[in-house]
């Protein structure tokens, strides 16, 4: 079970992530783990979350993910 403190962390986290591929470019993990300071496997866990619910598109192969334009419909 999460805390509080980390839930709150986690949420920072995905709306920092998503806030930079709002430019609607690909991003690599190696990228984001420099400008989210998480592990590449943090992000590489966070990308497939949101990809799972469709807010992005992840390619594991080339490590990289672009945001879905159904999410940025929603602006």
Do not use: C, G, P, W
Not at 8 to 15: D, I, M, P, S
Not at 30 to 43: D, K, N, P, Y
Request: no cysteine; charged share 25%; glycine share 0%.
């Amino acid at each position: 079970m999460m805390t509080q403190d980390t839930n709150a962390l986690v949420h920072r986290k995905l709306e920092r992530i998503l806030r930079i591929l709002e430019d609607q470019r690909l991003h690599s993990i190696t990228e984001m783990v420099e400008r989210v300071h998480l592990s590449a496997e943090q992000v590489a866990f966070l990308f497939r979350f949101l990809a799972a619910y469709s807010f992005i598109r992840y390619n594991e192969q080339d490590e990289t993910a672009i945001i879905s334009t159904e999410l940025l419909a929603l602006k």
